[in-house]
């Protein structure tokens, strides 16, 4: 079973930067879509930013937007998140997430997470 490792995360003060590394734990692994989630303590998981391979798009959630990069190699099934500015409000377990598939309507791969705590 292919699994999704993150790491980078950590803890880090407010106006800091932190990056996270999302890799699949095969090489034949594939997908069209890579990206990030997180999920505060009493919240929802909410979207972060997404990559998609196909014209190398991403997607970023308003609330980072300007301050969050998403990158990544398709042929190495990497995403990483380039986390600057960071606020309190960052605070959360971050999720790499992936589509093995073009056509799913859901995350068929997650990670276990990283948790990212901003002090402020």
């Known amino acids: 079973q292919v699994q999704l490792v993150e790491s980078g995360g950590g803890l880090v003060q407010a106006g800091g930067s932190l990056r996270l590394s999302c890799a699949a734990s095969?090489?034949?692994?594939?997908?069209?879509?890579m990206g990030w989630f997180r999920q505060a303590p009493g919240k929802e998981r909410e979207f972060v930013a997404i990559?998609?391979?196909?014209?190398?798009?991403?997607r970023y959630a308003e609330s980072v937007k300007g301050r969050f990069t998403i990158s990544g190699d398709n042929a190495k099934s990497t995403v990483y998140l380039q986390m600057n500015s960071l606020k309190p409000e960052d605070t959360a377990v971050y999720y790499c997430?992936?589509?093995?598939?073009?056509?799913?309507?859901?995350?068929?791969?997650w990670g276990q997470g990283t948790q990212v705590t901003v002090s402020s």
């Open positions: 997430a992936a589509k093995s598939r073009a056509g799913l309507l859901r995350y068929d791969y």
């Open positions: 990559i998609i391979w196909s014209g190398m798009n991403t």
């Open positions: 095969a090489r034949t692994f594939s997908s069209t879509v």
